[in-house]
Structure formats: C-alpha cells, structure tokens
C-alpha cells in the first residue's frame, strides 16, 4: 500500500487525487482526528504524534508515506527522513507536500511576487520561504496565516458569511503586505474546498494555485524513478480509511472531502509500537 498520513480530513484531497493518476494502487489514508488540529501546536508533539503515525502505515505494510498535511511536512518530515528512517526503516520513504509545491510555484507568476496562506504552523515555521528560494530565489513571497478556516472548513460552513468575512480579512492582509502578488498557494489541504470564495474575493488577475494535482503528479514521478519503491506497493485499487477517532465521526466528517461513502476503522497509536487495530 501506499500510505497517506495527514491530522484529520484535509489529507483527503490529496489523497483524491492521489487515486486519480494512481487509480491501480492500493492506499492507506491514516487520519489523527483526535489530537487534530496540529496548527498550533508545538514542534515536539507534531513530530512525535506524525512519528507514531509513519510508523503504523510501516506497519501495515507501506514504503512510502506521504505526509499530506502541511503542518507535519514544515515540522516534522526533515527530522524524520534524517534522523528516524535510517533508524526505523532504511528501504521505506517518507515524502512532504511542501516540496512539490515549492518546486512548481514560479511556473504560476507573472509579476514574481506570490502570497503564501496557511496555518499558524505552517506559517511560523518559514517551511514555504525555504523551500520556495531553493527553485526560485527571485521571487518576492509574502506569508499569512488563516487559524479560523480549518474549524470553518470542517464543520461544513463552506458558503457562511462568516467563513468568507474570513477569507475577505486573510486575502485582504497579504495582498495589503504586496500588492504585486499575482498568484497566491492555499498551503492547506482545507482551503480547497474554498476555493470558489477565494477566487471571489480576490482581483481577477490573482491566481488561486492548490497542491492536490501537483502533489500526484510529483508522485507519479518520483515512483517512475524509484522502481524498487513502487514494486513494492501493492496493487488492486483498494483504500483503507483509517482514523484515530471514532469511526462514526471520520465518516461523516469525510463527506465534505470525498464524494462518496466510506467504511472507516478506528486505530490506536502507541509509541512502544505496539499498533493494534479496534475490535
């Protein structure tokens, strides 16, 4: 399998789109709704609680995780590939979603000025700066963090006048910090399914780039190069849905990001990797 970690629903865009260039490929989509959101919470518990959670989906199988939230890629996915894997398990992968989106953003702008928005996590930890200036050093990029939209985004509020007062005040500050930005990245895997209001509320010229199709693509890439990798990955276009929280709750929360259905199972993480599943 090919496993697909994120804090709670947002990782399941990407995971949509995973399944998309990848429709052969059986995944392992591994949510930790029960200490989500990881936003605001600090360096130490975001990498041990994604620890634990690459650690299950090696488990259960999977050499190549991908981290698709972007609060665990800017906070924990250079201590883990450098630090844990060699470790835990040399042969086996873990990739981010900032990388990919980082090495396409300067393919978007016209003007070389870009606005980053995202979590208070993502965007305290300058991940999207860092990796932006490696591709692409000439190019002005602004920053700013939108804390109340995940909460919005998960409670289904998608169309509220207060999720898109919210919206008008982050698009409004960044865009008040450069107003030569003409393309601007949703570095949250929620944010898509706000993108209509994003395009709303924004001048025409300014463009609203997500990371789901670049994330897939980049995907399909990596495993043409890594043959030994994707030999690995079971193939019979199977998904398992996997939570940390009820399942009751993973099911209905998921409606807003996966158009169909879903059985979940809830999964207990421990840090001695004693993994066991419900009964």
Known sequence: MLGVFDSGFGGLTILKDLAKVLPD???????????????????????????????????????????????????????????DLPLLAPENRVL??????????????????????GTEGTIASNSYLMEIAKFWPN???????????????????????????????????????????????????HYPLLQNL?????????????????????????????PEIDKRISKNGQISFLTTDSAEFFEKGATYFWEKTIKAEKVFLYSDNDYSHSD
């Open 198 to 226: 994003f395009v709303k509320n924004l001048p025409k010229n300014v463009k609203v780039i997500s990371q789901a199709g670049i994330t897939a693509q980049k995907t399909l890439e990596y495993l043409a190069k890594h």
């Open 25 to 83: 490929y059986n995944f392992a989509y591994l949510g930790d709704n029960a200490r989500a959101p990881y936003g605001g919470r600090s360096f130490e518990s975001i990498y041990r609680y994604t620890l634990e959670a690459v650690r299950y989906l090696f488990s259960l199988g999977c050499p190549l995780v991908i981290l698709a939230c972007n609060t665990a890629s800017a906070k924990a996915l250079r201590t883990i590939q450098q630090k």
């Open 139 to 189: 190019l002005h990029v602004e920053q700013e963090p939108c804390p109340m939209l995940v909460p919005l985004v998960e409670k289904g509020l998608f169309n509220h006048p207060a999720t898109e007062m919210f919206i008008k005040e982050y698009t409004q500050k960044i865009l008040a910090k450069d107003p030569h930005i003409d393309t601007l990245v949703l570095a949250c895997t």
């Open 96 to 117: 981010g979603i900032i990388r990919p989106m980082a090495e396409e953003t300067g393919n978007f702008t016209k003007t070389g000025h870009i606005g980053i928005l």
